[in-house]
């Protein structure tokens, strides 16, 4: 592996490491990130919205209006370095 962080027995899981960084994203002190609800325009932090990680990829879910609002990891020179994420709003997803 790049950097020798990891030993020959360790297996590398994306999804592992994406809830290890949305993890240390949400006790940082970027909690104040903030996102726009595409059902009602609900200016969204981190405090009432953490980002969440499924089958689909990653999402947050309005607290008001209850839509799941898409967001993608942005890419990272090394698999642990946290995550930078951005919303993707739904014209852009067409």
Avoid at 33 to 38: G, K
Avoid at 56 to 81: Q, S
Wanted: aromatic fraction near 8%; charged fraction near 25%; glycine fraction near 4%.
């Amino acid at each position: 592996m790049p950097g020798g962080r990891r030993s020959a027995s360790s297996t590398y899981s994306p999804q592992a490491s994406a809830y290890r960084s949305l993890t240390a994203l949400a006790q940082s002190p970027w909690r104040f990130t903030m996102w726009i609800c595409d059902g009602c325009k609900l200016l969204v932090t981190l405090e009432v919205a953490e980002p969440q990680i499924d089958d689909d990829g990653f999402y947050f879910t309005c607290p008001v209006c209850h839509e799941r609002n898409e967001l993608r990891a942005l890419p990272r020179l090394d698999p642990d370095d946290p995550l930078d994420i951005e919303q993707i709003h739904k014209a852009k997803r067409l």
